[in-house]
């Protein structure tokens, strides 16, 4: 790796001009800065983002908190929000907090010693001190929050748009996955779907499930077969435990969609690969880091700010684990 050094070397100055060329800070005469500005472009030497705001007291790092980089879903929303940042010569560093407030706040405080500037956070926990003590610009991405700007999906007509879409073409006996408790998210497309099931009188099942994850998916498809043999519609909690689901009812000889139909939720890459593809609830998940992005950047540069809380819809798609409407 090229150092600072090196650069100085090249163009014959010290490394205090370099310094001074690479801050903007004293002066340095044309013809100097013109050589330095060869020798770092000609063995592509990069700063250390870190070192040059603290010396600046200006920084341009952002802080990105996820809580389960496992999850297809999250990349897809740092995707959108890294692109967003770059454009406006923004730079990430990223945590991974596996949904656990310790690990987060750890996270946090990193960021901080970093010089962050702002923090875009798919928190479970936006009203904690963590949040409330920061002196920097915040943003809830995929979580909602009563006192910060908030980007996030209608993911509860998202629930709406599942119970009607799988009522409408045939299920009779309904199970619904309802997502872990403490992540509001979940909670909220799981109310939106007893809604209308409520609402059309049709009986339907419960299962709590406690996380998203890949590893406890398995165990979730099988206590609903086991439960509720003759299930005939399944609304799933996000399109990995609908996965499960679906090789779950294929390990017991049902026909998907003709013997039981499956919706998930996010519409993550995956699930137009599997076979039968997955139909399922679609949250525009590079727009929303995007969108996060975008409002974050407005508040740190106290541009005008004409919405705070920005909410992006959803939309079904319709492939092969549901059936025609007739």
Do not use: C
């Not at 980089?69 to 010569?89: C, K, S, W, Y």
């Not at 943003?139 to 119970?163: H, K, M, Q, W």
């Amino acid at each position: 790796m090229k150092t600072i050094k090196d650069v100085a070397r090249m163009a014959e100055v010290s490394v205090a001009t370099v310094s001074r060329v690479i801050n903007e800070s004293g002066y340095v005469n044309v013809d100097t800065r013109k050589r330095v500005e060869a020798a770092i472009k000609e063995i592509n030497y990069t700063p250390n983002e870190v070192a040059r705001s603290l010396y600046k007291r200006k920084s341009k790092l952002i802080g990105l908190l996820l809580p389960d980089i496992t999850n297809p879903f999250f990349p897809q929303l740092a995707r959108g929000v890294e692109d967003r940042m770059q454009e406006h010569g923004y730079r990430l560093i990223f945590g991974n907090s596996d949904e656990n407030e310790v690990k987060e706040l750890d996270y946090i405080r990193t960021f901080v010693q970093n010089n962050i500037i702002g923090v875009i956070s798919s928190t479970n926990y936006p009203e904690s001190d963590i949040y409330q003590k920061l002196k920097i610009p915040i943003v809830f991405l995929d979580r909602t929050s009563d006192d910060n700007p908030s980007v996030y999906a209608d993911v509860r007509e998202g629930g709406r748009i599942a119970a009607r879409e799988i009522v409408d073409r045939g299920s009779k006996r309904i199970t619904i996955l309802q997502g872990p408790a403490h992540i509001k998210p979940a909670q909220d497309r799981y109310l939106g779907a007893i809604e209308v099931l409520d609402e059309l009188g049709i009986t339907y099942n419960v299962i709590q499930t406690s996380s998203f994850s890949y590893t406890d998916a398995e165990q979730w498809a099988k206590e609903i077969f086991d439960k509720y043999i003759d299930t005939d519609g399944v609304i799933a909690s996000n399109d990995i435990i609908a996965t499960a689901v679906l090789r779950e009812a294929y390990r017991l000889g049902k026909a998907v969609p003709e013997d039981v139909q499956i919706i998930g939720f996010d519409d993550i890459p995956l699930s137009s690969l599997l076979s039968p593809s997955l139909s399922t609830i679609r949250q525009p998940a590079y727009d929303m880091g995007r969108e996060a992005a975008g409002l974050l950047i407005k508040l740190i540069e106290q541009d005008k700010v004409d919405e705070k809380i920005i909410q992006l819809p959803v939309s079904f798609v319709e492939r092969e684990t549901t059936r025609r409407k007739n």
